[in-house]
């Protein structure tokens, strides 16, 4: 087998490996495994096409399984996203230059590079990412200190490291002259290029996680059951609407009940708003009964609320009390591209795309991750998708949040590639802001995450159950809530430049290429 195919395959397989550290298959040590092989086979790469090669291979082996949940919603938007998200791996390998410095810009432009994936197109795709990997390894706890994408730099970086003293290693045992001019000061930035990843996760041990409040909040999440990879064109409103009304009924009167809540637009509703219709009083029947609030997913005409255009609806999750008032409400901001909207509807109609099967465009929220409800705590709310982007989250809390919730709905999903990553997404969540998270969903998975990422319930698929659980309420700031992602791009953003540096120099006074 030539040279080229064989690397360009063990690329290939290194991203296989990361992909199999993410959920639904999950074990975390092989995404250090598989970073450590790609990285080897980076670091040496003599021509820069070679290191956009194995790169875009790399990525593709990592995303196109990572993400292969995609395919259910457009396979030509599945197929063209793998290539995508491999190409710009690619360019990431392109961009590292092979030099004395390689190991430490390679990982710094993987991780810029997902830190553009996080937001970039159509908002961002931040599933099968390094972070959710880690989430049950020693290395998740380093969200609370610099999020996820500092998580994805730590694995990158870690892989790094362990590959560069590897190949120094087999060079020394075989005589080969590795370091090149400025040894000593190559040996220290191997010596930091693994220390430093470690020292972060040694940090994260010691670094603030909130506060308890020593008061807590029992909250009953109703999930009401039905079969799995079902879209809403197949299943009726009214039978998910009953299925949840009827699991609601099950819940006994209990005086230390604070709080009901149910998934992500179980309540579909069409022509009228929420307070008009009758499912309205239906719901609130229930709320009378066990006298509490309850927390309601439900999606309406968005030009009935003065939210958007005709044709065009509205996600959000509301409050209602026990009074028959609708006290607060949150409005969905970062929507599923593909899945609750259309990006260039017109376009791809004139194309003969599919748009079909998005018959209404969600319309994007406007107001801060946060209920209220009085006699209540206020809590931070990410509604599905959101729970993939950190930043959500973290404005929730900022805002005042003691707990997070995240109704969702992943019904029309088969396989469990979506709803596992998401448990791991609502897990990162919760290490990331020190606070407990209350997942439902319709048809699973529900869960109850405590402050440093454990799940302490969680429901089957399909399943009809409602998790009751008396959630510890926090205050107080991680690290990461404080400062966000920003220091930890730019500080990325530092490494390159600094390594890009390293790298013209380098030019002028050449050292000798590893093979």
């Not at 495994?33 to 082996?61: E, H, K, N, Q």
């Amino acid at each position: 087998m030539p040279r080229g195919l064989s690397r360009a395959l063990a690329a290939l397989g290194s991203g296989f490996l990361v992909a199999l550290s993410l959920p639904p298959w999950g074990f975390w040590p092989l995404a250090l495994i598989g970073v450590s092989f790609y990285m080897a086979l980076g670091l040496t790469a003599v021509r820069a096409r070679d290191r956009a090669g194995l790169g875009f291979m790399f990525g593709l082996g990592w995303l196109a399984m990572g993400c292969g949940w995609m395919w259910q919603l457009t396979p030509p938007g599945y197929i063209a996203a793998a290539l995508v998200f491999a190409g710009a791996h690619g360019l990431a390998g392109l961009i590292s230059w092979q030099h004395r410095a390689s190991f430490w810009a390679l990982p710094a432009a993987h991780t810029l590079i997902e830190a553009v994936r996080f937001s970039f197109p159509f908002g961002g795709v931040p599933l099968a990412s390094l972070g959710i990997s880690q989430v049950a390894g020693p290395l998740g706890g380093t969200a609370r200190v610099v999020g996820v994408i500092g998580v994805t730099w730590v694995v990158f970086q870690l892989g790094a490291a362990i590959a560069e003293w590897v190949l120094a290693i087999r060079a020394h045992i075989g005589h080969a002259h590795r370091f090149g001019a400025g040894g000593t000061w190559r040996v220290l930035a191997m010596i930091g290029a693994l220390a430093t990843p470690v020292l972060l996760a040694v940090i994260a041990l010691f670094a603030p996680q909130g506060s308890a409040t020593g008061q807590t909040m029992r909250i009953a999440a109703v999930q009401g059951g039905g079969r799995q990879g079902t879209s809403a064109l197949q299943v009726p409103a009214s039978l998910v609407a009953a299925r949840h009304l009827e699991a609601t009924a099950q819940i006994p009167v209990d005086a230390d009940l604070d709080l009901v809540l149910w998934p992500e637009n179980v309540l579909r509703i069409r022509d009228l708003a929420f307070a008009d219709h009758p499912l309205f009083d239906e719901v609130w029947a229930q709320s009378r009964r066990l006298g509490v609030p309850f927390a309601v997913g439900i999606t309406e005409d968005a030009d009935l609320t003065g939210r958007g255009g005709r044709g065009q609806i509205t996600n959000a999750q509301v409050t209602l009390s026990p009074s028959g008032v609708i006290t607060d409400r949150y409005d969905k901001v970062r929507r599923v591209p593909f899945g609750e909207y259309v990006p260039l509807r017109s376009l791809l109609e004139t194309l003969g795309a599919p748009v079909d099967q998005v018959l209404s465009d969600a319309v994007a929220g406007k107001g801060p991750a946060i209920l209220k409800h009085p006699g209540l705590t206020p809590m931070a709310v990410v509604i599905s998708w959101e729970v993939f982007f950190s930043g959500r989250a973290r404005e929730g809390v900022k805002q005042g949040g003691q707990v997070l919730l995240n109704p969702t709905n992943g019904a029309s999903y088969t396989g469990t590639i979506v709803q596992t990553q998401q448990v791991a997404s609502s897990r990162l969540r919760a290490i990331e802001t020190g606070r407990w998270v209350m997942q439902v969903a319709p048809t699973g998975f529900s869960a109850v995450v405590d402050a440093g990422g454990n799940v302490l319930q969680r429901s089957a698929v399909s399943e009809a159950r409602v998790i009751t659980a008396d959630v510890e309420l926090r205050t107080g700031h991680t690290w990461y809530t404080r400062i966000g992602d920003g220091p930890v791009i730019w500080l990325l953003l530092v490494i390159w430049v600094v390594t890009a540096a390293v790298e013209f120099r380098s030019r002028s006074s050449p050292s000798p290429v590893r093979r």
